[in-house]
């Protein structure tokens, strides 16, 4: 499949006031931060999933000082979030005029950029909303989001930022019961058809371990595990101890985790 690039120079105006001409400008702009959401997204068969990321930088010159590109793959350098020092815990500081602070994420997915929050020290944050949306049919796994930003006298950095794209998984047709003085479970575990022939078909020779906990306050253990066939149909029985049993798959790089319905014994 060819790589396509799903953002090409997303450029988006810095959310905050600007800052008076007079402010003194570093040599060199910094990014503080990368946030992308949702974290981990997860594709279905006819949902898709729309990114936002916010930028935090600081000595950015120009309504289009900050560039973000989008692309799968793995990222050519260290990731932002590795390098950076742990930060300090400041205290928003909002100065009107304009919208309030940012709402919670699920008040934010729309097309248009939001103006929102001017932070201490003279950073600003910068928010992109890609219009392309992520579905089954961009390739999963890892995608990198290069964000490149500019100051006075054409200086640039750029850092880097990743998250991994998964398809959905589903473990169905679960079921348990009494078997040789055990607990049986069966089921069958499916994943999503990336060629969009079919919602989901069959995925065989993967691990799917049984789990037991002792009431719904208790964690879940791992009790054993089993592998799928060739048809995604897996079976085996555990001992019959008193609790909740349930078939969960932990996922791949690919595709995402399922737990099945918990059964009692």
């Keep these: 499949m060819t790589r396509c690039l799903l953002l090409a120079s997303l450029t988006a105006a810095a959310l905050g006031a600007p800052a008076p001409a007079s402010a003194a400008v570093p040599d060199e702009p910094v990014i503080r931060e990368i946030d992308i959401r949702p974290a981990a997204p997860v594709v279905g068969p006819s949902d ?6 916010d930028v935090v930088a600081k000595g ?4 289009q000082g900050v560039v973000v590109e989008v692309e799968p793959g793995p990222p050519p350098g260290p990731l932002l979030e590795d390098r950076r020092p742990p930060a300090e815990e400041e205290e928003e500081d909002w100065s009107g005029p304009g919208p309030a602070p940012f709402g919670e994420p699920d008040e934010i997915w729309t097309s248009e950029p939001k103006w929102g929050r001017a932070e201490p020290g003279g950073w600003e944050t910068w928010r992109f909303l890609p219009d392309k949306r992520l579905n089954r049919f961009y ?9 490149t930003a500019r100051g006075a006298g054409g ?3 750029t850092e880097y930022a990743a998250f991994e794209l998964k398809r959905e998984t589903r473990l169905t047709s679960v079921r348990a019961g009494h078997h040789g003085g055990g607990l049986r479970l069966s089921g069958r575990l499916k994943r999503l058809d990336p060629r969009g022939l079919a919602a989901f078909t069959p995925f065989g020779g993967q691990r799917v371990a049984i789990q037991w906990r002792r009431d719904p306050s208790a964690e879940w253990e791992t009790v054993t595990g089993t592998t799928t066939d060739s048809g995604g149909r897996f079976s085996r029985t555990v001992g019959g ?3 909740e049993w349930r078939a969960y798959f932990p996922g791949t790089r690919k595709y995402a985790a399922d737990a099945a319905r918990p059964r009692a014994s």
Excluded: D, M
């Design 241 to 243: 101890r008193p609790g």
């Design 48 to 53: 898709s999933v729309r990114l936002v990321i």
């Design 60 to 63: 950015v010159r120009g309504r």
């Design 155 to 157: 200086a640039e950095v």
């Design 139 to 147: 390739p999963a796994g890892t995608w990198t989001v290069a964000v």
